[in-house]
């Protein structure tokens, strides 16, 4: 379990994929379909691979891939092929290498993606949720204080993820600092959500630091214990948990796809909120086809509880990602200038009379 995420950091990977980005960036279009046309506009059919996660964090996208919202809002001239990842930075590798071009995942890698392509390779176009990442801690384990974190093993998703990152975060800020290759008072390591869920059944680690369902899963099925909820530790509770990122590649070639995309998510996000029952029914569905098992109603409720879905990124929470990210020790910069793109979204929501999302000066 831990062998491979151990030995190899993702920054370490990162780089290596972005090796010969320049290359990669003037193929990436013809790998995904046909060129652009004069002003923009695509000519001939295009395939957009998508990425995303079967986390409830990432809601809208299981509903909307699942219930043909994507596709019908690409049209007959675009072929939409998904892909699911365990973890955000996989999903970043797999954008640098070309093989998705556009991505449902959290912040962080977001942001490592961007600093260690030097603003070169991905744009963030929306938000998708905010909130839902708790630190739940097994009973037996008596960590009743985060000063008794010391000599306990941690679980997160993935080196680099977003809740990987808070974790280090945290402790760090609470004088228990743990570097990437996992030295420190505290063990973090690395697993997918599922095999953290078997972890802590067996007694094997001492808590996790994860997204929604699994963190409500954690306290529902095996009796954990809510440490920290991540909402505790931001300005009124608001922090991005989901976003949707895009290759600037495919950004530039493909505009009006990456447009229709956007319509169909705004579309997505509005039923989501305005049809809690029939989307948390729609989801379930979703992740039963994807992991074989639905949801507990009383999981799926609750959960749900900690989540808001909304296109509004809270681009004001992300300088301070940013510089966690640095702080974990995964970028050496935390200049972000740049990352977002919100232009085709604000459009978008103008044409629906709704107000603008504001970039907070990182557009």
Known sequence: ?????????????????????????????CASGAAAGPGGATSGPVTLQLGYLANLTHAPALIGVSNGSFQSALGRNVTLKTQVFAAGPDAVTALFGG??????????PAISGFIQSQGQALRVISGVAVGGAELVVRPAANINSVAELRGKTIATPQLGNTQDIALRVFLANHGLKVDPQGGGPVKVINA??????TLFQEGQIDG????????TRLVDEDQGQVLVNEASLWPNGQFPTTVLIVSTSFLNAHPTVVSNFLKGLVSVISWTNANTTAAQTAVNSALTTLASKPLFENVLVTAWSHLQFSVDPVASAW?????HVVGAGL???DSIKGIFDLGPLNQILAQEGKPPISAAGLG
């Open 1 to 29: 379990m831990e062998k491979a995420t151990r030995r190899a950091s993702w920054r370490h990977r990162v780089i290596t994929a972005l090796t010969g980005l320049g290359m990669l960036g003037g193929l990436a279009a």
């Open 99 to 108: 093989s998705i071009d556009m991505a449902f995942l959290g912040p962080s």
């Open 192 to 197: 997918a959500n599922s095999t953290i869920m």
């Open 208 to 215: 996790a630091w994860v997204p929604e369902p699994y963190a």
């Open 319 to 323: 300088q301070t990602e940013a510089t």
């Open 331 to 333: 970028a050496t910069s």
